[in-house]
């Protein structure tokens, strides 16, 4: 499977470097979304995260009210192309320890694709096999 078939779908929300702290983790809640992508200029710049929130601004003491996303976020991250496979991008998560990646194409930013995404697609895809193997199995005349 192509990660293009996994976001589909989605719809992603993307922030801008220059807004607070504040407003940006005010918008993950409202989304239940644990990172977002940052552009400046429409280009991707960066991503941020409940993990730079707690690294970079929790336990500084930093104000969310007075701290803009560009002091904060993760700079350049790695990314993943719409055509690669799931296989490769489940591996670079685990390589580098992320839970979301955004998605490019040509360049420009199409969606985000989170762990979670990925297991909820295996769980689905491995409940599929149980339900194959039990059609087979009740099929299957007694020896």
Known sequence: MRIRDLIKSQETYHAEMSQTVLE????????NIGAVPVLHNGKLVGIFSERDLMKRVV?????????CLAEVM?????????????????????????????VCHDGQLVGIVSLRDIL????????????????????????
């Open 74 to 102: 993760t700079d350049e991250p790695l990314t993943v192309n719409i055509n690669d496979e799931l296989d490769s991008c489940r591996a670079l998560m685990q390589q580098n320890s992320f839970r979301h990646l955004p």
């Open 120 to 143: 909820l697609h295996d769980l689905d895809e491995k409940g599929d096999e149980v339900r194959m193997m039990r059609a087979y199995i009740h099929s299957v005349p007694d020896a």
């Open 24 to 31: 940006t983790v005010q918008a993950m809640v409202e989304r």
């Open 59 to 67: 336990a500084q003491g930093c104000d969310p009210r007075r701290t």
